[in-house]
């Protein structure tokens, strides 16, 4: 019995101490793929309950069940045996393990790493845009969770065949996993700092996405994305990481006001960080969000960039850049969702509108990076990659606008963009 002692004093020095109680933190494991509503009378309860209110976190007492112990456990019994640890019985906690072992233990603050803290702040928007977006709609969005066995999940939320919105989606993925070495190479033509000798790579990646389509034909369509991508050698120390994203207006019929509004609040996100970000950004997305086949561009856009690391500015400055463009999408759009949500319209305006969604349709299946990415991914959840796709499209051969006409104009546009601000 003796020598069982020192393993005794392992086990007492490697217990969390009863102050580490869950805290209450956000659980997506409350949601599921049914509606989340199953009382008699649904009309007179907020579907979000839960969502907004949720129950404290059961991932702590995971942890240590799935960490701590199995990792107390292997130690104890190579004291026990004398036997040389494995390679196996060594590997460390992966960053998805370490993640959630901070969250329990000290929440979220601004000494957490960035994964955390980016992690939080699209959660905390994600609320937020929905919120305002049920109360232009007047119906409560569809919340649906996944999860991903190495780690992380996402929140999708949809409204469809709402009063104002036909089709809109608000999403979030927070996702853990290994990057093999021929993704490793492909990144380091962008990020240098990435080893290239290594078979493989942990990474984190997190983001926001929305997609916003309106009935009314004179409403724009809005799309929005801001993300964040990190690696992490053997040892968990980060060894790359990068921001992207964009925001950009898609109307069916032109409005000056709508369009110079949009830019005006981008721009001014802008300019608290760089007079340079603007017009550099600005012309990205022009250039991006391109039907190169049709000549025009996807709409009157807005800002698009990716791959912002250290050799543009540091860390910190780069998240503030990127919260301050998120924070700026309710103000830059709303105004104008609630001046043409309630428009008059013709059958022909509406036909015309299905016909410029079936441009957008064009551009996200055969164009956008992302959804190729997604579609390609082994384990893909489809239905949140094309949650960007409307309701509703339509495709008339040959089909050409009146000489003079507003559809005519916004054409012109399109094939030549202008500069808004």
Known sequence: MPPLR???????ALELPHSYAPRRTFNTRQFGTTPRCKFDDPRKLDPLKEWRNPKPSKWGHRIRLWVV???TMAIIYSIITGDKPTETSLEGPT???KDALLKRENGVTTDSPMRIRMESFIKAQQKEIVSALEEVDGSKFTVDSWQRPEGGGGITCVLQDGNV??????NISVVYG?????AIQKMRVNHKALDPSVESLEFFAAGLSLVLHPKNPMAPTVHLNYRYFETADEFGNTSAWWYGGGCDLTPCYLFDEDA??????????????DKGYYPRFKKWCDEYFSNKH????RGVGGIFFDDLDETEKDQEQLFSFVQDCLTAFLPSYLPIINRRKDMPFTDEQKQWQQLRRGRYVEFNLVHDRGTAFGLNTPGARVESILMSLPLTARWQYMHVPENGSREERLLEVLKKPKEWV
């Open 6 to 12: 020192p393993s005794l004093r392992l086990i007492r």
């Open 294 to 297: 049709r000549g025009e561009t």
């Open 95 to 97: 960053i998805a393990e």
């Open 69 to 71: 112990t199995p990792l």
């Open 165 to 170: 919105f036909e089709k809109a989606g608000v």
């Open 178 to 182: 290994r990057l093999p070495r021929a």
């Open 260 to 273: 110079i509004h949009f830019h005006n609040s981008i721009k001014s996100a802008c300019d608290k960080h």
